[in-house]
């Protein structure tokens, strides 16, 4: 499996509601993060885990909050978005090394109302 | 301010042909630098990389030359194919490598291969 599977692909959330955005990868990596990517703009960096632990958290405002239950999952729990929330939410894995890149997932596009 | 410019919005070649996707950055602490390719409705796809001990690594049709005095890299595709055209995305990360290794992006550009 070679593969970042992100869940759902698509998801619609009014400005009070709470979701969560899963990531999932058996690659065996041992960091994880999550990219925010607004239209015509690159991927900015959120959040860092590694080995299960937050590393870097990019002054991510609090209605953004990570988990990483085990070393195969990650998530993002939203609560209270704003409309400028709405982006392309990548989550991406990779070894110890940059040597093979990140492996990044499609994407889950949310849209706050 | 923008640490990594890909200052060209597109580029069109002819199939065949040589492409050549520039990339600039001001930060001196980068020390590796990457290429992702994007294609609309997916996450970026890793490319090639290039530590700044290197000046040339090639894989391929892709072959990325870094110019670390002129702060400057390009990735070169040939020849071109229509399948590459897409999006591509210079990164680059400090020194500090390892999981915790952070990737600033250029803003892209989109590559368009003429059959």
């Known amino acids: 499996d070679t593969e970042v599977t992100q869940t759902p692909k698509h998801l619609v959330m009014g400005m009070t509601n709470k979701k969560s955005l899963k990531c999932e990868q058996h690659?065996?990596?041992?960091?994880m993060y999550w990219y925010k990517q607004k239209a015509k703009k690159p991927p900015e960096l959120m959040f860092v885990?590694?080995?299960?632990?937050?590393?870097i958290n990019e002054s991510v405002p609090s209605r953004f909050s990570p988990e990483c239950p085990n070393s195969s999952l990650l998530n993002l729990h939203l609560h209270a978005l704003q409309p400028e929330d709405s982006a392309l939410y990548l989550c991406?894995?990779?070894?110890?090394?940059?040597?093979?890149?990140?492996?990044f997932g499609s994407g889950t596009r949310l849209t706050v109302v | 301010d923008q640490q990594v410019k890909q200052n060209s919005p597109s580029l069109s070649v002819q199939e065949g042909r040589i492409s050549i996707l520039n990339c600039d950055y001001t930060n001196s602490m980068f020390d590796y630098f990457l290429w992702y390719k994007k294609y609309p409705a997916e996450g970026p796809t890793f490319l090639i990389s290039?530590?700044?001990?290197?000046d040339k690594n090639e894989d391929g049709r892709f072959t990325v030359f870094l110019n670390k005095s002129a702060k400057h890299l390009s990735l070169h595709i040939v020849p071109s194919q229509p399948g590459d055209s897409a999006v591509y995305f210079c990164a680059a990360s400090p020194r500090r490598s390892g999981a915790n290794s952070k990737l600033t992006f250029g803003k892209g550009i989109t590559l368009s291969v003429r059959p």
């Open positions: 690659m065996g990596h041992r960091a």
């Open positions: 991406a894995s990779s070894q110890g090394t940059l040597g093979y890149g990140y492996t």
């Open positions: 885990y590694s080995y299960e632990k937050l590393s």
């Open positions: 290039i530590s700044s001990i290197k």
